[in-house]
């Protein structure tokens, strides 16, 4: 979290938030942190992670309580219209993320996730899981990039969604 800090500091926009964003507030989760600067870390434990990263493993757990996007953004008196994308990337939770997000999911020209289509993380979300979720709410995917995969385990993904609704809008902003 401290480097992070340090890496934003340049821009006035961003502010780092230290929590754990799922879809419920104050559920406690084992945390379980990995032995890569914590970038594998996870509610989830590690499943096929490790045909494609055998070197990654948990090193250690700590608890956390679960919040939701939605009671962090009005907790700092950050407004989710102010922004035009979500980003996520959290080893597995992705759903979770999205589903407490659920109500302010229409803010977002964009939704970018990584995400896969095998069981990275035990009980993990995957490409399926959230097309169905993002589809049946007015977004379509724009781009998908598979970045790493394995021909015996999956592969890994950063999928773009667009917002249907605002399509339009994007389209005509993006060719400016």
């Not at 990263?53 to 009005?74: A, C, H, M, Y």
């Not at 490409?127 to 007015?138: A, K, N, Q, T, Y």
Request: aromatic share 10%; with cysteine.
């Amino acid at each position: 979290f401290a480097q992070l800090q340090v890496n934003i500091a340049d821009y006035r926009r961003q502010r780092a938030i230290k929590a754990l964003v799922t879809d419920t507030d104050d559920q406690t989760y084992e945390f379980y942190l990995a032995n890569n600067n914590g970038a594998s870390s996870s509610i989830l434990r590690i499943n096929e992670h490790k045909n494609i990263w055998p070197e990654i493993e948990f090193v250690g757990t700590i608890n956390l309580q679960g919040r939701k996007l939605t009671s962090l953004l009005d907790e700092h008196g950050i407004k989710a219209d102010e922004f035009e994308a979500l980003v996520l990337d959290t080893q597995g939770s992705e759903l979770l993320a999205l589903k407490g997000a659920e109500s302010i999911l229409n803010n977002f020209r964009f939704i970018k996730t990584e995400v896969t289509n095998f069981d990275s993380y035990a009980d993990c979300c995957t490409v399926d899981d959230i097309d169905s979720f993002l589809l049946g709410r007015g977004f379509s995917r724009f781009s998908c990039e598979r970045f790493m995969s394995s021909r015996d385990t999956g592969a890994y993904y950063n999928i773009t969604y667009i917002n249907r609704e605002k399509c339009h809008e994007t389209l005509a902003a993006l060719r400016r």
